[in-house]
């Protein structure tokens, strides 16, 4: 399959980059799979497409703030490091951004040289291992000196302080829980607290599985076949009170909405590895492209994604590749906004 058959235009000025006032009033496109119509709804009219039974499953990880500004030892000069994943006690897999990379063994000081890293080990594509010294826990050092790890498309200037609190708390769902993400998963930042206590009242029950999203998540699809495209690994992990829920819902008939790429990833994966979706963690390089057996989601709630991404290719393997790209086209036409901080669709 032609990695092309995912590529649309977008004009630069439907990437949002704020979100909206009220996390619920972002805009909601309704796809039905059945007949092709397509509604222009609201986030908060998501109950009206809901009945009691079904299953609302969420991924609670948690963004950390991953990105770090600081210099290196002798030169002075910038450094920049995304945190990736911890391999190891202090030791982490980062993206490093320099006029001048290190040698192994050079160090980094971040926050006036409160948060210090040695670079034990330099990578292809911008990548790099470091090992952190501190004096106090890295969680604490990150919320005291790091930032939220806003994706490139979302342009910020270095300082803004006022910008960088309303990001910490914006780019993170109501119901974040497990730390380890380098990035949000975005359908979720839709919901508020008010809204989720709705879809309760009506019957309607969450699940939270933990898919710690990593970089891989968001690199394009850069050769031509989409099945040249190699997927990068993230955690994962559902628990016995998910299995459960999941299990309840699919004897009541209730059907299962999955709340973002990252949740329909995990399921999918373990219904395929352990022929049903049964507590466990593991790790999940699952890649899902047109054709695809969906085993354990029924409707899809997401955002609107990268042209010739993975999500965009996930998308179009659960809606249907001629449909969904027509919704895009659609959402350009009615300017939607687009990405991280933009507008959403309901799957059904």
Not at 185 to 194: E, Q, R, Y
Not at 220 to 245: F, G, I, K, Q
Not at 256 to 269: D, I, K
Request: hydrophobic share 40%; proline share 5%; net charge neutral.
């Amino acid at each position: 399959m032609r990695t092309e058959l995912f590529n649309y235009e977008l004009p630069q000025k439907l990437i949002a980059q704020q979100p909206s006032v009220v996390r619920d009033q972002a805009r909601m496109m309704v796809i039905h799979r059945a007949d092709g119509r397509i509604e222009h709804r609201s986030v908060g009219d998501l109950p009206d497409y809901l009945r009691p039974a079904d299953l609302l499953v969420v991924n609670d990880t948690r963004v950390i703030p991953a990105r770090l500004m600081g210099v290196k030892e002798g030169t002075g000069g910038q450094v920049e490091l995304l945190l990736l994943e911890e391999v190891a006690p202090g030791v982490w897999d980062v993206l490093m951004r320099c006029s001048r990379r290190p040698r192994p063994g050079g160090r980094l000081f971040f926050g006036g040289g409160r948060l210090r890293a040695v670079l034990i080990e330099d990578g292809e594509r911008g990548r790099a291992r470091v090992r952190f010294e501190s004096d106090t826990p890295l969680a604490e050092q990150l919320e005291t000196f790091g930032l939220p790890p806003l994706p490139p498309y979302i342009a910020r200037t270095q300082g803004e302080f006022n910008q960088t609190a309303e990001d910490k708390e914006r780019y993170q769902t109501v119901y974040a829980r497990e730390p380890g993400a380098v990035a949000a998963p975005t359908a979720g930042l839709h919901f508020t607290t008010d809204l989720l206590n709705k879809l309760e009242a009506s019957g309607i029950r969450r699940a939270a599985v933990t898919l710690h999203v990593g970089l891989g998540t968001f690199r394009p699809v850069s050769v031509d076949a989409v099945e040249e495209h190699a997927m990068e690994s993230e955690r994962y992990r559902v628990t016995e009170e998910a299995a459960r829920l999941f299990a309840e819902s699919r004897a009541a008939g209730g059907r299962v909405v999955a709340v973002g790429s990252t949740s329909v990833r995990t399921l999918e994966t373990v219904a395929r590895e352990r022929g049903n979706v049964v507590a466990c963690e593991g790790r999940s390089a699952l890649f899902i492209y047109p054709p695809f057996e969906f085993r354990a989601v029924d409707m899809l709630m997401t955002n609107f994604h990268l042209p010739k991404s993975t999500l965009l290719m996930m998308v179009c393997a659960f809606g249907g590749q001629e449909l969904i790209m027509q919704a895009y086209q659609e959402a350009v036409q009615k300017e939607y906004r687009f990405y991280s901080y933009g507008d959403c669709m309901l799957i059904v």
